[in-house]
């Protein structure tokens, strides 16, 4: 956390990268469950527009330098407390 909650663009990057992962590997987990569905064919390009998404707003978080973890331990200090 003391590494990821700072002004760096190493902890933005660090961050989001850790939420890019998070998020494509439930998304990956979650469509793993179609694919053993008989009536369905080729689920994998239901996992194209997922991801593509997903990178996308990846790069353009990065770019911007919003950090994504940063901004999510704010919510839960200030909101859920």
Same mark, same amino acid.
């Given at each position: 956390?003391?590494?990821?909650?700072?002004?760096?663009?190493?902890?933005?990057?660090?961050?989001? @990268? #850790?939420?890019?992962?998070a $998020?494509?590997?439930? %998304?990956?987990?979650t469509?793993?469950?179609? *694919?053993?569905?008989? /009536?369905?064919?080729?689920?994998?390009?239901?996992?194209?527009?997922?991801?593509? @998404? #997903?990178?996308?707003?990846? $790069?353009?978080?990065? %770019?911007?330098?919003?950090?994504?973890?940063? *901004?999510?331990?704010? /919510?839960?200090?200030?909101?859920?407390?």
């Amino acid at each position: 956390m003391p590494l990821i909650d700072r002004d760096w663009f190493f902890s933005t990057l660090l961050g989001n @990268t #850790l939420w890019l992962i998070a $998020l494509g590997y439930y %998304i990956y987990i979650t469509f793993l469950g179609y *694919s053993a569905l008989p /009536f369905l064919r080729r689920t994998v390009a239901l996992l194209y527009p997922p991801f593509l @998404t #997903l990178f996308c707003l990846y $790069l353009l978080s990065v %770019i911007l330098g919003w950090n994504i973890s940063r *901004s999510v331990i704010y /919510f839960y200090e200030y909101r859920v407390n």
